[in-house]
């Protein structure tokens, strides 16, 4: 069993420096920030990188997969405009971070995970923490029927494109952010997916980053 180290003055303190950090990188959202502050990122971490969890870096958490750099995801969720009580369907699971920032703001999150042995950790890391998250193990490309529609979906893989199945599951002006693989083959480019009125996806860019690949079949590592 995972057992989580708990938060203290230093954590807390190495929190608020990286909140500083986040602002000068143009993350202007207070409530994002807010969330950041909130959410001990060093408990999903292996303890060995205790010391490291409050820079702005990736690391890998086991099963081939990393968390994700703290301005990524202040990034991504910062394109979300979430307001409380939004229900976000997360692809990704990873370590939970991501999730629990999004718990953090008010919002109701579901979050798919293909890797079984992470997805068994991560729960125990979890149910640890005061963060409602509710996780599934399966393909994220298939997204949650049973629970849709979603307000927000928040994909944390390179994507090799729409999965149209997860635009079916938002609603009508609901957003999607997602890291699309880049024609060059190398990275991905974020893009925010408005869904319109008429049905139709309003596109935007925001520049490129490097995420490991969204994948089809579940995976035992
Ligand atoms: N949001 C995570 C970042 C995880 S990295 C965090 O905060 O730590 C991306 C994750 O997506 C990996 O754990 C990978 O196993 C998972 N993944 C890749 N393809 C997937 C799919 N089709 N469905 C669900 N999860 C997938």
Redesign the pocket.
């Known amino acids: 069993m995972t057992t989580i180290t708990l938060d203290n003055y230093r954590h807390k303190g190495l929190r608020i420096q990286l909140v500083e950090l986040l602002r000068s990188k143009d993350i202007s959202d207070e409530a994002v920030l807010s969330a950041i502050n909130e959410v001990p990122r060093h408990v999903?971490l292996d303890s060995s990188f205790v010391e490291l969890a409050y820079q702005d870096m990736a690391f890998p958490?086991g099963?081939g997969?990393?968390?994700?750099q703290p301005s990524t995801?202040a990034f991504q969720t910062q394109l979300l405009s979430l307001t409380k009580g939004m229900k976000v369907l997360?692809?990704?699971?990873?370590?939970?971070?991501?999730?629990c920032v999004l718990a953090a703001m008010g919002a109701k999150v579901f979050s798919?995970?293909?890797?079984r042995n992470?997805y068994f950790k991560t729960k125990e890391i979890l149910e640890q923490l005061p963060f409602r998250v509710k996780t599934f193990l399966?393909?994220?490309?298939e997204g949650l029927p049973t629970y849709a529609p979603f307000d927000r979906v928040i994909i944390?893989?390179g994507a090799p494109k729409i999965p149209e199945v997860l635009v079916e599951q938002m609603k009508t002006g609901g957003i999607m952010v997602i890291p699309m693989d880049n024609a060059v083959g190398e990275g991905q480019t974020m893009l925010k997916i408005t869904k319109m009125d008429d049905g139709s996806l309003k596109k935007e860019e925001f520049g490129d980053f490097k995420?490991?690949?969204?994948?089809?079949e579940l995976?035992n590592d």
């Open positions: 999903f958490i099963s997969q990393t968390i994700s995801v997360e692809i990704g699971t990873g370590s939970g971070y991501q999730a798919i995970e293909r890797q992470l399966g393909d994220g490309f944390t893989a995420f490991v690949p969204m994948l089809k995976g």
